[in-house]
T-cell receptor, first 111, second 115 residues
Framework: GENVEQHPSTLSVQEGDSAVIKCTYS??????FPWYKQELGKGPQLIID?????GEKKDQRIAVTLNKTAKHFSLHITETQPEDSAVYFC??????????FGAGTTVTVRA | ETGVTQTPRHLVMGMTNKKSLKCEQH?????MYWYKQSAKKPLELMFV???????ENNSVPSRFSPECPNSSHLFLHLHTLQPEDSALYLC??????????????FGNGTRLTVT
């Protein structure tokens, strides 16, 4: 089955700086790569996703890049704010429902 | 306000108890899921239902028994659990299974502690 590795496990950034989280996957047939944000006491919420026919996608301060050849994808958060502090999960799947998740990255934005 | 509601938020039970977790979605979705979230580990898919039919049972022990009476409600019946079953149990829904543009919407979870 699919194996997704996520790095780093924790990330501390100064407010206003950028944050980058990287994930690698093992199944070359995977074609859907979502990112979820989980705030304390809440369930994960989808923040952005990308499909294998696209190399990059942006939504305001967040962007995701995909390198299918190397089998890795990354989340970029620019101009970080305190409300960006959360746990972020990457995931991969061949279709939309059987997602394999990474172990998560705890992001702390220092004021 | 999440469109997926889980109750209870917290549950403490002994190993010999029987309890149930409840999930309700108000999004008009046709697929519902149970995930287990343990500290520092990836989310683990447990069960998937599509139009009340179970389509995935991911090698979950029989002490966990799901029930989906309709497309809006999902239950997880628990009996004779072990301490290692302590975790956050997340319910999710999606418009359909295996369809592009049908992302998961999660509830806020039930924090289960088995004593």
């Amino acid at each position: 089955g699919e194996n997704v590795e996520q790095h780093p496990s924790t990330l501390s950034v100064q407010e206003g700086d950028s944050a980058v989280i990287k994930c690698t996957y093992s199944d070359s047939a995977s074609n859907y790569f979502p990112w979820y944000k989980q705030e304390l006491g809440k369930g994960p919420q989808l923040i952005i996703d990308i499909r294998s026919n696209v190399g990059e996608k942006k939504d305001q301060r967040i962007a995701v890049t995909l390198n299918k050849t190397a089998k890795h994808f990354s989340l970029h958060i620019t101009e970080t704010q305190p409300e960006d502090s959360a746990v972020y999960f990457c995931a991969a799947s061949r279709d939309d429902y059987k997602l394999s998740f990474g172990a998560g990255t705890t992001v702390t934005v220092r004021a | 306000e999440t469109g997926v509601t889980q109750t209870p938020r917290h549950l403490v039970m002994g190993m010999t108890n029987k309890k149930s977790l409840k999930c309700e979605q108000h999004l008009g979705h046709n697929a519902m899921y149970w995930y287990k979230q343990s500290a520092k580990k990836p989310l683990e898919l447990m069960f998937v239902y599509s139009l009340e039919e179970r389509v995935e049972n991911n090698s979950v022990p029989s002490r966990f028994s799901p029930e989906c009476p309709n497309s809006s409600h999902l239950f997880l019946h628990l009996h004779t659990l072990q301490p290692e079953d302590s975790a956050l149990y997340l319910c999710a829904s999606s418009q359909a299974v295996g369809i592009f543009g049908s992302p998961l919407h999660f509830g806020n979870g039930t924090r289960l502690t088995v004593t």
